[in-house]
Structures are given as structure tokens and as C-alpha cells.
């Protein structure tokens, strides 16, 4: 079975929402594929993004990766 990242640019993803922006790291890095960048928030708390999906998707898995937060 071929795995295919629906939640990707390239497949059609979009960030519509994000409660935090900032210029050199945005939003749609989330969803670039590339493990060197990232979107960076401003640290107050809660932060929100939803993602749209040009078809109608199952989620298996869902990764997120926090660094220096603090629950």
C-alpha cells in the first residue's frame, strides 16, 4: 500500500487559519514537507491552525513536534 502525505502543499493542503504569525517562519510551513522549517508562534498560549484538505481524508497519524514549550 503506498503512504501518500494528504496534509502536504504539494498534495493540495492549505493552512486557512492560524492564530500566530510571523514573516520568516508562517504558517504554511507546517505543511511544506521539509524538516528544516517550521512556524514559529508568538508563546502565549492557546495556539490554533486548521488545516483544509482538497478531498476527503483519513487520518492514521498525526505528528507534532513542540520545542521549547511549556505545558
Known amino acids: 500500500m503506498k503512504f501518500t502525505d494528504?496534509?502536504?502543499?504539494?498534495?493540495?493542503?492549505?493552512?486557512?487559519?492560524?492564530?500566530?504569525?510571523?514573516?520568516?517562519?508562517?504558517?504554511?510551513?507546517?505543511?511544506?514537507?521539509?524538516s528544516e522549517t517550521f512556524w514559529t508562534t508568538t508563546g502565549m498560549f492557546?495556539?490554533?491552525f486548521i488545516i483544509s484538505f482538497h478531498k476527503c481524508v483519513t487520518i492514521s497519524k498525526l505528528t507534532i513536534q513542540c520545542y521549547l514549550g511549556k505545558l
Open 6 to 34: 494528504c496534509c502536504l502543499s504539494s498534495e493540495g493542503a492549505e493552512v486557512i487559519l492560524a492564530t500566530s504569525s510571523d514573516e520568516i517562519y508562517p504558517a504554511e510551513n507546517i505543511i511544506d514537507g521539509r
Open 46 to 48: 492557546p495556539q490554533e
